[in-house]
């Protein structure tokens, strides 16, 4: 990078979620310090826990989890590496699958596995509340509205904070505000993957954050651009499409995740990269949104 000093992720500029949780926009995905197939324990425990500590001497305040991640291993490694936890900093987790096996995920957004899932990352995370707890995804098998019922109670129970979706679209975001609000949406997205620019067109508007996970996107010409345009302003691939990201929208919170402290600290990076306007350009040129959602 133009600076070679490892930038805190402050230089990311900040975001307020639900108008009263002010976070530092590069945040930290916990997904990856579990084992293979984000199943069971991690290869080195140590290595995950130092990982999450030196997120936060990095300026890290958002750190995103799920139940289904290990399962239950991530939950209790921040826990172990992190409480009790410093003042602002904000544990977003998620519930609403069901972990047969490595690599293996079933839908369960049930109302009562939601209230299960909910009270087991309250243990694991040794919280009396979460700031914000997520539906991971809709349950084809269950009615959509009961899910986002059951998220609203535990909301009135002060069990949850802030109540927010992933892997939704915009109907899905529609009818859940008709319930409870949503401060948050959660779905893939980068430079090369721009399925859901609509929906975070809805995010912008209505100030709601937006955690685009898969960041780097998939194939050749994805690739090509990013790793020529890393070489041209001496950034990793990666760097540049965080850095394409925090460019792209006020709103969107990217959530790298990483079981290496290396790792870490070249992600963090990015938050200070200035990403030119003509590389901007030429990555949101790799895969243009469809027709009927362009200016």
Known sequence: MNNPQIAAAAASG??????DLTVNRLGYGAMRITGPGIWGPPANEAAALATLRRALELGVNLIDTADSYGPNVSEELIAKALYPYPAGLVIATKGGWDRPGPALWAHNASPKHLVSALEGSLKRLRLERIDLYQMHAPDHAVSYDASIEALARLREQGKIRHVGLSNATREHLERARRIVPIISMQNRYSFADREYDYVLDTCEQDNIAFFPWAPLGQGKKAHD????????????????????LLKRSK??????????????????????????????????????PPMSLRG
């Open 14 to 19: 900040t975001f307020t979620l639900g108008g």
């Open 225 to 244: 651009a990013v790793e020529k345009i890393a070489g041209e302003i001496h950034a990793t691939p990666l760097q540049v499409a965080l850095a394409w």
């Open 251 to 288: 709103v969107i919170l990217p959530i790298p995740g990483t079981s290496s402290v290396a790792h870490l600290e070249e992600n963090v990076a990015a938050a200070a990269l200035k990403l030119p306007q003509a590389a901007f350009d030429a990555l949101s040129a790799v895969h243009p």
